[in-house]
Structures are given as structure tokens and as C-alpha cells.
């Protein structure tokens, strides 16, 4: 289930390989729209390293993300993506999308999904929620969650998946809805991403 819902699919502009994330002249325009989403955009992303896209509400930063992952391609009619994107394995992205859904019937097997392949994967899935303040949720109805919780529980999925191998994190908006104090854990586990894995992220807090 997980991989209908939430697992990259990659664009017919990207490209599969190691190094860092390069984009050439990415523009995105949808039909029937006068201007460009995105228009020549150019950026490189070190391998290792956390870039952060900046401006304003509605200049793209989502749809960025959304090409790098592959959720935003190339439809005829409806998308047009053109450009280049290398440095990236389709098979090893963890995917935070700005409206995350859940599929599994609790918090837990929720994170235990996204778990498969690592070692010890229910313990670092506990560790993960007793991280990021969702012990108490762990049997709850991810459906039920308020935007915060779902939020957290979206992050602790691509630290599994960081855990599993991933060589690239893709993260939109992930302070979204938190309080201080949550918000401070998740900027502190990514600032613990680096060296480890590529991090990608839109955001508008200042404090990412």
C-alpha cells in the first residue's frame, strides 16, 4: 500500500546517479496557465549536504520537490516538465510530501512499513516516536491524527527510510503546524542528516 500512496515515481527528466543532485533548466508549466510554475530553474545540491529552498508562497518550491521525487511529471496536455535532474536513485528517496497520508491501521505499523529492510526496524521505529513526542499515539488511527501529529509521524517515516538506505531526503515543509518545541527536534534530526544523506527541502520557517 505504501507504494501507491507515497513512493517516488521518477520523472522522464531525471536521471538515475551518484554525486550530488544537479538541476539544469527545470521548468514546469501547467495547461492553461499564462505563466510558468517553474522557468529555468538551475541548482546544485551537494551529496551530503542540506539545501534549502527559498521565496515566497506559491513560487514553486513544492513543485521543485515534486519533480525530484517524481510525483511531478510530464502529462501531455496537462504538465509540461522539461530540463535535466541527475544524481538521483529512484530506489533510495525519502519522500515527505506536504499533505501526507497513511495507510496502515496504527501509528506504529504505519513506521513499521516504512521500516522493511532495517535491522532492529521495531526498535528504531519506537525510538522514533519516543523522539518525536507519538509514544502515546503508537496504537493510535494515523487517520485520526491532528495536522501536527501527522506531520511527525510523516518525518519519523523518512527517518525509517533514511535508516533503510535512502540517499536522498526530500522534505516539504517539515516544521508545518508544530510547536517550538517539536519544531526544534525535527530541525535537530535534520541537521543530524548531514553527511549521512543528500536533504532537499521547502520550507518557510526561518529557523530550518
Known amino acids: 500500500m505504501r507504494g501507491v500512496l507515497d513512493a517516488p515515481r521518477i520523472a522522464s527528466i531525471v536521471r538515475d546517479g551518484r ?3 544537479r538541476v539544469v533548466g527545470l521548468s514546469v508549466r501547467h495547461a492553461g496557465r499564462d505563466l510558468a510554475s517553474i522557468d529555468r530553474l538551475g541548482f546544485t545540491a551537494p551529496r ?14 513544492s513543485t521543485v520537490l515534486g519533480v525530484l521525487s517524481g510525483s511531478v511529471r ?11 535532474v541527475t544524481g538521483i536513485d529512484a530506489r533510495k528517496i525519502a519522500w ?12 506504529l505499523d504505519e513506521l513499521l512499513t516504512y521500516a522493511m529492510g532495517v535491522p532492529d526496524g521495531r526498535d528504531r521505529a519506537r525510538e ?6 507519538l509514544t502515546p499515539l503508537a496504537d493510535a488511527d494515523p487517520n485520526r491524527l491532528s495536522p501536527g501529529e501527522l506531520r511527525r509521524l510523516a518525518f519519523a517515516r523518512v527517518m525509517m527510510r533514511v535508516h533503510a538506505g535512502a540517499e536522498l531526503a526530500l522534505l516539504d515543509e517539515p ?18 542528516f548531514r553527511g549521512r544523506v543528500t536533504v ?8 530550518v
Open 128 to 133: 522514533a516516536l519516543e523522539m518525536l513526542d
Open 19 to 21: 554525486g550530488p543532485v
Open 74 to 84: 510530464d502529462r501531455p496536455g496537462v504538465v509540461g516538465v522539461t530540463g535535466r
Open 96 to 107: 515527505m510530501p506536504q499533505h501526507p497520508r497513511a495507510v496502515e491501521s496504527t501509528v
Open 200 to 207: 532537499v527541502i521547502a520550507s518557510h520557517d526561518a529557523a
Open 48 to 61: 551530503g549536504g542540506i539545501t534549502v529552498l527559498d521565496g515566497p508562497s506559491g513560487s514553486g518550491k
Open 175 to 192: 516544521t508545518a503546524h508544530l510547536d517550538a518545541r517539536n519544531a526544534a527536534t525535527v530541525i535537530s534530526a535534520i541537521a543530524g
